[in-house]
């Protein structure tokens, strides 16, 4: 199996598994859990999963790597990142949310051609550009689907976009199970803040612990994946395969939240999801 092959294969079991963590945080906050709170807690679980996993490989809890630019840059994006798509999750739909987080692929292909110097074929660009228009089909700018609180997405989009690009340069020295700690104990001060500034922390009822539970476990398994895929194979030809998120979670908006994506929505997935296919075949 190919390095690009891979990446792609863990990319899209990384989608799969946010797709479902999605689910699962978004029926906690309808069941009136904070969005502050949410973070706090799904985040200092998380954290303290991958510390146990890291320290049985014998890996450090707290490395000195975590003072270096590109995990100090990664962890304001994370931050960035999990508040606003979470807010956008909360307050949108699913598929909305989930349909603009679509444009994350554009901005890593063009920050790994900016900053790290990969090389983009046309073929690729081209693949990428189509899946953008499939976007764009799916959001429909200036009309019903795309609202004001959209830009609660987008920002989310541009912090995952960034947290990808720092995790491609990170030190190698860490661990995956060393990035994921860093990744969710950044949830938990964003969380705080939330919580200082909107207040109402609350006791869930079980219903919400048992979501909360399980985001978290499918959520340790996901960034896992992701942070492999991003460390496999070229940006480019793996950064795509984002796109299969946005047929995850139209699935399980229809599901679980009873959305009905139309017939522009459907095309649109079909362009994103068929543009990173290809982009990963076509040569470089």
């Known amino acids: ?47 303290l999963v991958f510390a146990a996993l ?19 840059v990664r962890a304001v994006f994370e931050v960035m990142g999990r508040l606003f798509f979470t807010l956008s999750l909360a307050l949108t739909s699913l598929s909305a949310t989930s349909a603009i987080l679509q444009a994350a692929p554009l ?27 499939g976007v764009l089909i799916i959001l ?5 689907g795309f609202t004001p609180l959209s830009i609660l997405a987008v920002l989310g989009m541009i912090g995952f976009a960034g ?13 995956n199970f060393q990035l994921g700690i860093y990744g969710f104990a950044m949830m938990v001060p964003a969380g705080f803040g939330m919580l200082i500034w909107k207040g109402g922390a609350i006791w869930p009822d079980a219903t919400a612990l048992a979501y909360l539970a399980a985001a978290v476990g499918v959520g340790v398994a996901a ?27 139209m699935v399980l908006g229809a599901a679980v939240f009873g959305e009905r994506p139309d017939l522009l929505t459907l095309l649109g997935s079909v362009i994103v999801v068929g543009a990173g296919i ?6 470089r």
Do not use: C
């Not at 110097?117 to 073929?123: D, F, H, L, Q, Y």
């Not at 896992?224 to 047929?247: E, K, Q, W």
């Not at 290809?278 to 040569?283: E, N």
């Open 163 to 175: 947290r990808d690009l720092a995790t491609r340069a990170a030190p190698k020295i860490l661990s």
């Open 1 to 47: 199996m190919t390095p690009n092959l891979r990446g792609a294969l863990f990319m899209v079991l990384a989608m799969a598994g946010f797709a479902i963590e999605d689910s699962l945080l978004k029926g906690a906050t309808a069941r009136g859990v904070p969005v502050g709170q949410v973070l706090v807690m799904f985040g200092g679980t998380g954290m």
């Open 278 to 283: 290809f982009a990963l075949t076509i040569r």
């Open 54 to 72: 890291a320290r049985a490989q014998g890996d450090r809890v707290l490395h000195p790597a975590i003072l270096t630019r590109p995990l100090l």
């Open 140 to 144: 429909r700018p200036g009309l019903e």
């Open 223 to 249: 960034y896992n994946f992701l942070t492999v895929a991003m460390r496999t194979g070229d940006v480019s030809a793996v950064t795509p395969f984002r796109y299969t998120r946005l047929v995850f979670a």
């Open 107 to 133: 901005m890593v292909i063009a920050g790994a051609a900016v900053i790290f110097g990969e090389r983009v074929s046309p073929a690729r660009w081209l693949a990428v550009l189509l899946g953008f228009i």
